[in-house]
């Protein structure tokens, strides 16, 4: 058995991340019988998982029905002691698709969805870059169309 944070991480552990990582929106019942396990025990192991901080549920947008074809990967460099305030008031942001954290690292990465390059642009510089605590950032944009296939994005 592995520990992290304290806490013994078994079979059923191992393959609820796995799941999760391989299918983020999986529901909990589609885990269950592929483990032979019960509803509850998954949805009781999940939140125990996020309560002791070995993953993170956040909410992401359905982007295959909207308009924007154009993503940017914004890296943030901020305090450790201000990057859960940060990454809410980020998030806070339609344009923002998903932001991640990296454990006790001062680093957030935002994957945001625009229409233009512009406006992705518009969206470094004016909604993340004047977050009050963003010491730096820097952006990847995608330059082509993207386009959504069932569950893939192609860029």
């Not at 806490?7 to 799941?19: F, G, N």
């Not at 954290?101 to 512009?118: E, G, I, K, T």
Request: glycine share 4%; net charge negative; with cysteine.
């Amino acid at each position: 058995m592995e520990r992290a944070r304290g806490r013994k991480i078994d079979q059923l552990d191992h393959a609820v991340i796995s799941m999760l990582c391989r299918d983020p929106q999986i529901s909990n019942k589609a885990i269950a019988q592929q483990v032979g396990a019960a509803e509850s025990t998954i949805s009781n192991r999940i939140e125990s998982l996020v309560n002791d901080r070995l993953i993170k549920l956040t909410v992401q947008q359905e982007v295959s029905a909207t308009e924007f074809r154009r993503f940017g990967w914004i890296e943030i460099w901020c305090d450790i002691a201000d990057i859960e305030a940060i990454a809410e008031t980020i998030s806070a942001d339609d344009s923002v698709f998903s932001v991640t954290s990296f454990y006790q690292n001062p680093y957030l990465l935002v994957v945001a969805m625009a229409r233009s390059l512009d406006e992705l642009q518009d969206i470094h510089e004016t909604v993340i870059g004047a977050v009050p605590g963003v010491r730096k950032t820097a952006m990847n944009a995608s330059v082509g169309d993207m386009y959504i296939k069932s569950r893939l994005a192609v860029l």
